[in-house]
Structures are given as C-alpha cells and as structure tokens.
C-alpha cells in the first residue's frame, strides 16, 4: 500500500539559511500534520491542514511556514535557520471518513543546521 | 488534553508476550487511544487504535480497562524486532483536527 512520501530524506543547512521540506500523502487523504523531533526526545506537533486550510497549531516558530496545495502534498518553509531547528521532521496523513482517521507517518527528514 | 503515564523502560524475553501499559486517568469519553511504535528514529508506526472495546489485529491486542482509565497493549509474542519505542497517544480533538500529543513512551527491549 502507498505511504507517505518526504522529500527530502537527509538536508544539511548552514544557519540563518532556508530550508523546504515536502510531504506527500497517502492518496485520497486530505490531512496533512507536521511533527518534529529532537535529538532524544518525543515528537511535538508542530501545524495541520485540512482541504489546503490550516486547522491546527502548535509549536511552530513563526520562521516556520507551512501550506497545503490543491493536489493535498504539503511543504513546510523554514528560514533564519537556527542550530537548534536540527532534528527529524515527521509529516502524517489522515483521511476523512468516520473517526478516528488514523494518522500514518512518513519516515522523516533529518536536518542537520551546522 | 487527556494525557498519559507509561513507564519508562520494559525488557522482555524473545518469544514471550509483552505487555506495555498505560494509565490515560482524565480521557473523556469520545477519545480513542492509540498505539504506534518508534524504531530506532524511522517514522511512529501505527499499531492499534481502541475506543472501550478490547481489540486485536495481527500486531497486537488492545485491553481497556471499563472506566477506561488504562489500557494494555498486548505483544504476544514478541521478538528481537519489536525492539522500540511504545507511545499509548490519546487523541486531542482541537480545532477540527486530531493533532496528538506524544507522551515519552516505553522503551520495550526484546532479549534474545
């Protein structure tokens, strides 16, 4: 069965840089979530969008922007990159339908800021 | 948000079940509990999802208590593989959506 796709799987920035990460979801989901990680600790949700609107918010630093687009692949846009932003970003995809509408998660993008 | 307790660390012996769990005291009564599992920084896999029924699929089996207040997730027979990190997530309905909220897991290490 399709997963969800991240692109790209490994990114290395220098800091103050940009960074995009994408994510593609399993088809015919129309939620997208983001999720990051660091190095030894738990994932925190950081945004979510459903039909190409933001639907949720967490602890997204406002250098982080994110949107949906009308084909429902997301990317999430990083500036002014910092050394602590180095961690994997985890996207998950869900579908409607009665809940609970499942998250499945991709497998991540580490990004290392040096 | 309903928020849940799971014990840090578990070891188990190949072959034999392990059983993970969780206390989830201040769910309400439309939250689902969910099961995914870390190995080793790839993506949460997906387990187990239960609303008060027990359940079972060909990963697991979900146990919940009936004031629903804890649960166990079940391996029955676990092996070397199943080496990972166990989130027990309650879901958060806000806005709409159903962000979750990561506890710090149990860490289950398969002993050969």
């Known amino acids: 069965a399709a997963g969800v796709i991240q692109s790209p799987r490994h990114l290395i920035k220098e800091k103050r840089e940009t960074a995009t990460l994408k994510c593609y979801p399993i088809p015919r989901h129309d939620t997208v979530y983001w999720y990051q990680q660091g190095p030894g600790q738990d994932p925190q949700f950081l945004i979510s969008?459903?039909?190409?609107?933001?639907?949720d918010k967490g602890s997204i630093p406002d250098r982080f922007s994110a949107q949906q687009f009308s084909d429902y692949h997301s990317e999430l846009n990083m500036s002014s990159l910092e050394l602590g932003d180095s961690a994997l970003y985890f996207c998950a995809s869900s579908g409607v339908g009665k809940p609970p509408e499942t998250q499945y998660f991709g497998p991540g993008t580490r990004l290392l800021v040096l | 948000d309903a928020k849940t307790t799971q014990p840090p660390s578990m070891d188990c012996a190949e072959g034999r079940a392990a059983n993970l769990p969780c206390n989830h005291s201040?769910?309400?009564?439309?939250?689902?509990v969910y099961w995914y599992r870390q190995i080793h920084s790839q993506g949460p896999q997906y387990i187990i999802h239960g609303l008060k029924n027990n359940e079972t699929n060909e990963m697991a089996s979900l146990i919940i208590t009936e004031d629903r207040k804890s649960s166990t997730l079940i391996l029955p027979h676990a092996t070397l593989r199943d080496t990972a990190v166990y989130y027990c997530i309650v879901r958060a309905l806000t806005s709409g959506t159903y962000k979750y909220i990561f506890g710090t897991g149990t860490r289950l290490k398969v002993l050969a």
């Open positions: 201040t769910i309400s009564g439309n939250e689902y």
């Open positions: 969008f459903y039909e190409k609107m933001q639907s």
